[in-house]
């Protein structure tokens, strides 16, 4: 059980080294099971999603070892899980049905409930392995799918990231040719196929919202180092933007955050791309409006901390969220801190004020969590965030650390 004790620090100056992506680590983690070889995953980040999904893939009889900067997933022989508990631990791990389907013939997980920013229904993986040719049968509050796959043209009805990823990770081992139309272009999906293709699988067109997988009989080992977190990085440039100041998010990709980029120099932040990453710097000034959107569009995962930003920046910003449908949870909480939010439906009004005051509240979801720590910068005396769900952990490895190293006075306490 962690809190976050946050107090008003001055502008942020110095280096962030940005981890890898835990988006682009948790589907490569299951990719890992397309193949009798040995992967080995290069810099992994210390998250606890990446803890719960080892479990799970141990759980599935796959060989796992961390050391020295390197996971290593061996899955010569295994199986199902056969506790559910494992599987419902944790959203992604929904990511396993398509690996396991496609070496083993047979998936079973039980059916994600929703979670505290929307439903998230399963719907397009189903109907996309359906299309593959697998029976689906739910019972018990699963669903099992079974069958050989083959080929098909799939029509997803939203580009869904995850439904995506695990279709395209079935399709490999299917017989025959699979098109993805309406697919997720993510850079999260540009790196898993990149990494399925060096296991020998032959996918085109990833990046685009038509994918074409060619099935191949086996997948072989490979070693794999995933992109930077674009979340992570974009975070931490709005910390900067918040606290005005310097930062060089290490390894940051501007060509991953076009979107917050335009945003936050609209708002009169500047921002420089180096070779090795982004420099940051300066206060936002200018109100502006965020509508999240699929890539390449503005990431909802970044809709908290912008909205952060928007609550100490001059002006009336307005957001529209149309990915999640309850995704606004943190604006009661920087309420809290004084901010002046109004939330109707999928839209939230922001005035800025340039007067925010600590006070104790909650991460209710792991972006609403980073938000908050990031409001606390910037509000007169202690911000005592509650994270009892762990979810900042999930997510952002280090933050208190990494936030510290640059200025920010942030401690986390774990209580036991
Ligand atoms: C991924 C990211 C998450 C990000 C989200 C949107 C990971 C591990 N997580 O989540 O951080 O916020 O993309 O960019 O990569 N939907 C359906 N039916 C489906 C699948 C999705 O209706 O079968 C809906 C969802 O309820 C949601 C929307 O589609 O409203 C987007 O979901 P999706 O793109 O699938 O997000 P995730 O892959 O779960």
Redesign the pocket.
């Known amino acids: 059980m962690a809190h976050y004790a946050v107090r008003e620090s001055p502008p942020l100056r110095g280096e962030i080294p940005i981890s890898t992506s ?2 682009a680590v ?2 490569i983690m299951c990719g890992a099971l397309l193949t009798r070889g040995d992967v080995r995953i290069e810099n992994p980040p210390d998250l606890t999603d990446v803890t719960t999904l080892c479990s799970l893939l141990e759980a599935c009889g796959a060989r796992i070892h961390r050391e020295n900067g390197a996971l290593d997933i061996g899955a010569k022989d295994f199986k199902n899980p056969q506790d559910e508990e494992d599987v419902r631990k944790m ?2 791990s929904v ?1 396993v049905l398509g690996p396991l389907l496609a070496r083993l013939g047979e998936a079973r997980i039980p059916l994600p409930g929703g979670c505290a ?11 996309g392995m359906s299309a593959l040719g697998a029976k689906v049968h739910f019972d018990h509050g699963g669903v099992t799918l079974s069958g050989r796959l083959r080929g098909a043209t799939i029509y997803l ?7 995506t ?1 695990n279709l395209m990770m079935a399709a490999t081992l299917a017989d025959g040719t699979t098109r993805i139309e309406n697919a ?1 272009k ?1 850079p ?1 999906i540009v790196d898993l196929a990149a990494f399925l293709t060096s296991m020998g699988a032959k996918i085109t067109g990833a990046g685009t919202s038509t994918i074409v997988i060619e099935g191949v009989c086996e997948l072989h080992g490979t070693t794999w180092k995933p992109i930077s977190d674009r ?1 992570e990085a974009g975070t931490m440039a709005c910390a900067c933007a918040i606290t005005g100041g310097e930062l060089f998010l290490r390894g940051a990709r501007a060509d991953h955050l076009r979107s917050l980029l335009f945003k936050l120099s609209e708002a009169g932040v500047h921002i420089k791309d180096t070779p090795g990453g982004l420099l940051v710097f300066g206060r936002a000034k200018q109100p502006f409006e965020i509508r999240t959107m ?2 390449p569009g503005f ?3 970044l809709q908290a901390p912008m909205m952060a930003v928007a609550c100490k920046t001059g002006g009336t910003s307005v957001f529209l969220e149309t ?3 309850n995704r606004f949870m943190h604006a009661a909480e920087l309420q809290r801190l004084g901010a002046h939010i109004r939330v109707e439906n999928r839209v939230a009004v922001v005035e800025g004020t340039p007067y925010l005051t600590g006070a104790n509240v909650t991460a209710t979801d792991l972006r609403a969590g980073a938000a908050l720590i990031l409001a606390g910068l910037c509000a007169e005396g202690e911000t005592v965030i509650d994270d009892t769900g762990g979810h900042i952990g999930r997510g952002y490895e280090c933050i208190e650390e990494k936030l510290t190293a640059v200025g920010g006075n942030v401690k986390r306490m774990d209580q036991v």
């Open positions: 835990k988006n948790l589907p959203r992604a990511l920013i929307g439903q998230r229904p399963i719907d397009q993986h189903l109907k009805d939203m580009p869904s990231v995850g439904a990823e997720a993510e999260e979340v699929v890539y990431p909802t995962d990915i999640f449908e």
